[in-house]
């Protein structure tokens, strides 16, 4: 079982930044941060596998930045030129035993075990 405690959610105006942490009791080959969209599964923000591979989804690149701290057992989520749409719940997440690299870049909710309780951010125009 792992357990995953977020962080550093909260409120900014537009173009502002935000640096969201997750606290792991132990990390996955795969790890991930994911958002809610009203009315659509939760979303994949950004995945990386063990060794540093990432992947984003297409409404942040160039924007988010995802890294690790395994030494720590940390996620982190960089989250720069915010957009009053990126406002939601983010949830840092962990994948289950057997996900590889290709599935961890695939960024499928399915994928993924273990969820922390969520942390909210809110980006004022």
């Known amino acids: 079982q792992v357990q995953l405690v977020e962080s550093g959610g909260g409120s900014v105006q537009a173009g502002g930044s935000l640096r969201l942490s997750c606290r792991a009791s132990?990390?996955?080959?795969?790890m991930g941060w994911f958002r809610e969209v009203p009315g659509k599964e939760r979303e994949g923000v950004a995945t990386?596998?063990?060794?540093?591979?990432?992947t984003y989804g297409d409404s942040v690149k160039g924007r988010f930045t995802i890294s690790q701290d395994r030494a720590s057992n940390m996620l982190y989520l960089e989250m720069n030129s915010l957009k009053p749409e990126d406002t939601t719940t983010y949830y840092c997440?962990?994948?289950?035993?057997?996900?590889?690299?290709?599935?961890?870049?695939?960024?499928?909710?399915?994928?993924?075990?273990?969820w922390g309780q969520g942390t909210q951010v809110t980006v004022s125009s």
């Open positions: 132990s990390m996955s080959y795969c």
């Open positions: 997440a962990a994948a289950r035993a057997g996900v590889g690299t290709v599935q961890c870049l695939a960024r499928s909710r399915e994928d993924f075990a273990y």
């Open positions: 990386i596998e063990r060794f540093g591979r990432t």
